[in-house]
């Protein structure tokens, strides 16, 4: 069965530093995204990627947050400059054409910033 | 804007009762309803989805979902619980309009206790 894979499962990082989180979609999938849990909180909505280009994206993701599909296949988010609130468990997502088809879910990276 | 709120942050029955988890939304057109499952340290798990046919839907592992416009209600239930469903839930919408995106509930832990 198709899967959405992620890298690292868990990266550990010092305040300051960039991260890169990376995801392999769903190969014939078009639609691309990010969330994000902190612990013990919701799922939240991050940034939603279509055509190359961002489609949506939420308050959280000012402009230390970049996303970015460099080869057709990987489907990265960077985080400039993490501080310790950027601490969280980061899903990414990907979902077919149609509107009710459902997002796939990877099995998330916790990042962890010290 | 849609928003979705699970009633019980923290449910717990007894092997072999009945499941009940609720879900109410907010949507100002028809909306698209999921239910994902998150087992501890995995991803999202999709359980079932709503997408305008039945309004009683069926998913994996026995669990299903009926969506109530005049309630707007999308309460998921199994009929017999197994230790083995013990995990947290989440209750999220999105429309045909938008970019796909998912709002997602607080999320309800279930707790199965032999």
């Known amino acids: 069965e198709p899967e959405v894979t992620q890298t690292p499962s868990h990266q550990v990082t010092q305040m300051g530093q960039e991260v890169i989180l990376r995801c392999v979609p769903i190969?014939?999938?078009?639609?691309f995204y990010w969330y994000r849990q902190i612990l013990g909180q919701k799922v939240e909505f991050l940034v939603s990627f279509y055509n190359n280009e961002i489609s949506e994206k939420s308050e959280i993701f000012d402009d230390q947050f970049s996303v970015e599909r460099p080869d057709g296949s990987n489907f990265t988010l960077k985080i400039r400059s993490t501080k310790l609130e950027d601490s969280a468990m980061y899903f990414c997502a990907s979902r077919g054409t149609g509107g009710n088809t459902e997002a796939f879910f990877g099995q998330g990276t916790r990042l962890t910033v010290v | 804007a849609q928003s979705v709120t699970q009633l019980g942050s923290h449910v717990s029955v007894s092997e072999g009762a009945l499941v009940l988890l609720r879900c109410n939304y907010s949507s100002s057109v028809p909306p698209y309803l999921f239910w994902y499952v998150q087992y501890p340290n995995q991803g999202l798990q999709l359980l079932l989805k709503?997408?305008?046919?039945?309004?009683l839907v069926k998913g994996i592992n026995g669990f299903e979902a009926e969506f109530k416009k005049s309630e707007t209600s999308f309460h998921l239930t199994k009929p017999s619980a197994h230790m083995s469903d013990a995990a947290e839930y989440f209750c999220?919408?999105?429309?045909?309009?938008?970019?796909?995106?998912?709002?997602f509930g607080q999320g309800t832990t279930l707790q199965v206790k032999p």
């Open positions: 999220a919408v999105t429309t045909s309009g938008n970019t796909g995106k998912l709002i």
């Open positions: 709503y997408t305008s046919a039945a309004t």
């Open positions: 190969s014939n999938h078009l639609y």
